[in-house]
């Protein structure tokens, strides 16, 4: 039986119309449910906002280690840059992390090895909580040691010099860290029969400013040559200081 003229013209009206409803979600997509392409993340990474902020952040860093080396008995002798801005992902419509809020993320680590005389680490620490104790009598500048002498920190020299038992409690590994919001110093263990040593930094995996930008300074230095050097190592880990981010509904040009 054969379809009237009005009946197959309504039908395929209909199947039009279905096909529009069908694709109106996917040409209604806005910039902000895509995910940022490498060369926008690449021309975002590389405008005067996101550098100015690189720059200002690396050289408070750098600044921070160069107090440790400077204001406290360490020896610095190996510097880590690990720079990268990432891209936000396309909307999440079912498992949200947040990814897809933002067009560029960039965050900076530094972290800092520093060479020490392992038969004077109780001076050693008591040095670096003298200089933490002058910083925050000046007020704690910015970029100043944060770890000044408390009751745990002066058991934990005690312990050091032989005057006192493990800070941490009978029967605990040797106390090998201490730490803030912000930093993070620890030290190779000396006292233990088992040896845990400071670990080498990780391999640069890529480079490639100003997206990705890894430095090892001096580039040639390992952390086995200074304890080699010196006797043992102390890191400072400085974390990871996010420095720049442009969420979607932003115009980055008015974005610092």
């Known amino acids: 039986m054969r379809l009237p003229v009005s009946a197959v013209r309504a039908s395929g009206g209909r199947s039009v119309a279905a096909a529009l409803l069908l694709t109106l979600p996917l040409s209604a997509c806005s910039s902000a449910d895509r995910a940022t392409s490498p060369e926008e993340v690449r021309e975002l990474a590389n405008g005067a ?51 897809d809020m933002y067009r560029i993320r960039c965050h900076l680590h530094v972290t800092a090895w520093f060479g020490a005389d392992p038969a004077r680490i109780a001076d050693v ?6 200089a ?11 970029a ?14 005690d312990y050091y010099r032989g ?14 860290q201490i730490s803030d919001t912000s930093q993070t110093l ?14 080498e930094p ?4 890529d480079d490639g400013p100003p997206v990705t930008r890894c430095l090892r300074e001096p580039a040639s230095t390992t952390v086995a040559e200074v304890r080699a050097r ?9 974390g990871n200081a996010e420095y720049y981010t442009v969420f979607k509904d932003e115009d980055p040009a008015r974005t610092g």
């Not at 620490?125 to 003298?130: P, R």
């Not at 933490?132 to 910015?142: N, Q, T």
């Not at 100043?144 to 020299?157: A, E, K, N, Q």
Request: aromatic share 8%.
């Open 49 to 99: 906002p996101a550098r100015e902020a690189r720059q200002e952040t690396e050289d408070h860093l750098r600044a921070v280690v160069r107090a440790y080396d400077g204001d406290t008995p360490l020896t610095l002798g190996l510097v880590a840059v690990d720079d990268r801005c990432v891209g936000g992902s396309a909307k999440e419509w079912f498992f949200q992390t947040g990814d």
């Open 125 to 130: 620490l008591d040095g670096v909580f003298t």
């Open 132 to 142: 933490g104790d002058r910083a925050a009598s000046a007020g704690a500048p910015a």
């Open 144 to 157: 100043s040691v944060p770890f000044g002498h408390d009751d745990y920190r002066g058991r934990l020299v």
């Open 163 to 176: 005057r006192g038992p493990n800070p941490t409690g009978p029967d605990t590994p040797e106390p090998a």
């Open 186 to 199: 620890s030290w190779d263990t000396v006292r233990s029969s088992a040896r845990t040593p400071v670990e």
């Open 202 to 205: 990780a391999a640069c995996a």
């Open 230 to 238: 010196h006797g043992m190592v102390f890191r400072l880990d400085l």
